[in-house]
């Protein structure tokens, strides 16, 4: 075999093994160029193809240095394609973006000590069988009052500083801020037929100048039962069952007698903490008749009981917040004390 075609065949073998040790793009375009250029190996080497003998040498030479070429520029092309793959994909996760990474430590919230309360409040009530129910805050006369045995003219209403509001066109008066959360009882009984066992906590307005123990926004928790039979006893058990609960052993409640229009009989309920001091809680009684045919419920075949109280006073006197403007500010150094 003439020296030609070892040199072919040595440089192919050469520039193959070059082009598979390529590791990057321009290392092949360097080999490329040393093997299939001008003055590359294969280059040099077809310079050589006139100085053979015979022309049977010469074809049989020119055929392995095409041959030789064919088989470089695809090993080229096919190392390329496998390169720039390579590059694509570095490319894509050096600029990835983690969006759940951290850099440093994570800044993490507080829920808000009425938030907190408001909540333990529902997982509470909840384990006692009762669904949360909501109503709207911006209410009518009739739900706030009217359908609470609060007629027009009943002296009750002057207890509730009302905060009026302009609500499209409807008559001056007629649109209130509730000022409690019982209209959501009306709504429940309206939403549905007995037996209802609801808690409603939610924002409630005043027209109050705040102060220590006031604030004209505040939350409240209002209770609803209704079923057969049900009587001032079931009242009592609930509200103690509810304080152990809520508070923990060694609390526990009373009810006092009282007035709300709204029920009958009325009681406000206190608690009783271990070391043996009494706290005024919120009010409750037995639901006025009125009140259950405003909300669609037959007094003859359905009694029950309601209950109120607040929840920011509540949170006040757990973690004794002197003041209950503090708990408002919005100064998140408040909150991360909790
Ligand atoms: N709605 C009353 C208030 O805001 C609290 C209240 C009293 C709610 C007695 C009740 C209740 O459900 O039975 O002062």
């Not at 193809?49 to 003998?53: C, P, Q, R």
């Not at 990835?96 to 440093?104: A, H, Q, S, V």
């Given at each position: 075999m003439p020296a030609l075609i070892e040199d072919i065949r040595a440089a192919r073998e050469a520039a193959l093994a070059d082009i598979g040790a390529a590791a990057t793009l321009d290392a092949l375009v360097t080999v490329d160029s040393e093997v299939l250029g001008r003055r590359g190996s294969l280059g040099r080497l077809k310079t050589q193809?006139?100085?053979?003998?015979s022309l049977d040498e010469r074809r049989e030479a020119g055929r392995e240095l095409n041959d030789a070429t064919a088989a470089v520029t695809d090993a080229v092309a096919a190392k390329r394609g496998e390169l720039a793959g390579n590059a694509r994909a570095a490319q894509v996760e050096d600029e990835?973006?983690?969006?759940?990474?951290?850099?440093?430590k994570p800044r993490r919230g507080r829920a808000h000590i009425v938030t907190q309360a408001w909540e333990r409040l529902e997982d509470v009530f909840v384990g006692m069988g009762f669904q949360v129910a909501e109503g709207p805050e911006v209410e009518t006369d009739w739900y706030n009052f009217e359908a609470l045995n609060m007629g027009a003219t009943h002296p009750a209403r002057s207890d509730f500083d009302t905060l009026f509001v302009d609500h499209r066109g409807a008559p001056a008066g007629t649109t209130v801020l509730r000022t409690h959360t019982s209209p959501v009882q009306i709504r429940a009984m309206q939403a549905g037929q007995p037996p209802i066992y609801i808690i409603a906590p939610g924002r409630v307005f005043r027209r109050d100048t705040p102060d220590a123990t006031h604030m004209p926004v505040f939350h409240q928790l209002e209770g609803l039962v209704i079923d057969r039979d049900i009587s001032l006893a079931d009242l009592a058990g609930t509200i103690e069952a509810f304080t152990i609960a809520f508070f923990g052993e060694g609390f526990t409640s009373r009810l006092r007698p009282s007035y709300f229009p709204?029920?009958?009989?009325s009681g406000e309920f206190d608690i009783r903490t271990p070391s043996g001091q009494w706290l005024e809680l919120g009010g409750c009684g037995m639901v006025h008749p009125n009140v259950l045919r405003d909300g669609g419920v037959d007094p003859e075949e359905w009694s029950g009981f309601a209950f109120g109280f607040g929840i920011d006073r509540m949170a006040k006197e757990r973690h004794e917040v002197g003041d209950l403007r503090e708990m408002f500010t919005g100064d998140i150094r408040f909150s991360e004390q909790f």
């Open positions: 193809l006139g100085s053979l003998a990835r973006l983690d969006l759940t990474e951290f850099l440093g709204f029920t009958e009989p």
